[in-house]
């Protein structure tokens, strides 16, 4: 069975431009989560969708990051303009059931620097 | 709000030795859920050991095992017989609400 996908694996942009990042999460995994990692801090929640639905929202930093995910399969994350504080890894994760409980399985992450 | 803390940014044993890793954290959630993720260099995070907060036995998996302190909001992480697989970073976890609050990490190195 193949696990959560992301491309690409590294992404080097400039101030001000645009950059899309994708998930494949594992297939029939409802659940899908976006996390950063700023360089040396903690890993932040972003979003959750269930399907293509936006579940929770809470931790998207700002009106540049915009978070898609048509026909509840792969999702993008969109950041436009990025700025330099927008550099770090970004992580999707997805499960399959809808608890608390259940296991989130990591992919490997997009390492983003904007310069 | 929930926060996770992981006060040892680095650590190195030797091969074989057992090394403790702590992580406190503060909720006020009643039903919430702990964890501990590795992440092996250049590798994707995966899930180590998991606790479940209304139990009092603590959770072992094989050389991994944990100590779950409730009142004192304390959840370290003991591997046993360490071996060289085992240098990662190691991130401790908390949930309640299904998405993850994680610590600030720990690097741990097993040293040959």
């Known amino acids: 069975e193949a696990g959560v996908t992301q491309f690409p694996s590294h992404s080097v942009i400039e101030k001000g431009q645009t950059v899309t990042l994708r998930c494949d999460p594992i297939?029939?995994?409802?659940?899908l989560y976006w996390y950063r990692r700023v360089m040396g801090k903690e890993i932040k929640f972003l979003l959750h969708?269930?399907?293509?639905?936006?579940?929770?929202e809470s931790g998207m930093p700002n009106n540049r990051f915009l978070a898609e995910r048509t026909g509840g399969t792969y999702s993008t994350l969109k950041v436009q303009p990025a700025e330099l504080e927008d550099s770090g890894v970004y992580f999707c994760?997805?499960?399959?059931?809808?608890?608390?409980?259940?296991?989130?399985?990591f992919g490997p992450g997009t390492r983003l620097t904007v310069l | 709000a929930q926060t996770v803390t992981q006060s040892q940014p680095e650590m190195s044993v030797q091969e074989a030795e057992t090394v403790t890793l702590s992580c406190t954290y503060d909720?006020?959630?009643?039903?919430?859920?702990l964890f501990w993720y590795k992440q092996p260099p250049s590798r994707q995070m995966i899930l180590v050991i998991r606790?479940?907060?209304?139990?009092?036995q603590n959770a072992t998996e094989n050389r991994f095992s944990v100590n779950f302190q409730k009142a004192a909001k304390s959840f370290s992480l003991k591997i046993s017989d360490s071996q060289l697989g085992d240098t990662a970073m190691y991130f401790c976890?908390?949930?309640?609400?299904?998405?993850?609050?994680f610590g600030q990490g720990t690097r741990l190195t097993i040293n040959p």
């Open positions: 994760a997805s499960s399959q059931e809808h608890t608390v409980v259940d296991e989130q399985f």
């Open positions: 297939s029939g995994h409802d659940n």
């Open positions: 969708f269930v399907k293509e639905s936006k579940q929770d």
């Open positions: 909720t006020s959630e009643s039903n919430y859920y």
């Open positions: 606790q479940e907060a209304y139990k009092q």
């Open positions: 976890a908390l949930t309640a609400l299904q998405k993850l609050v």
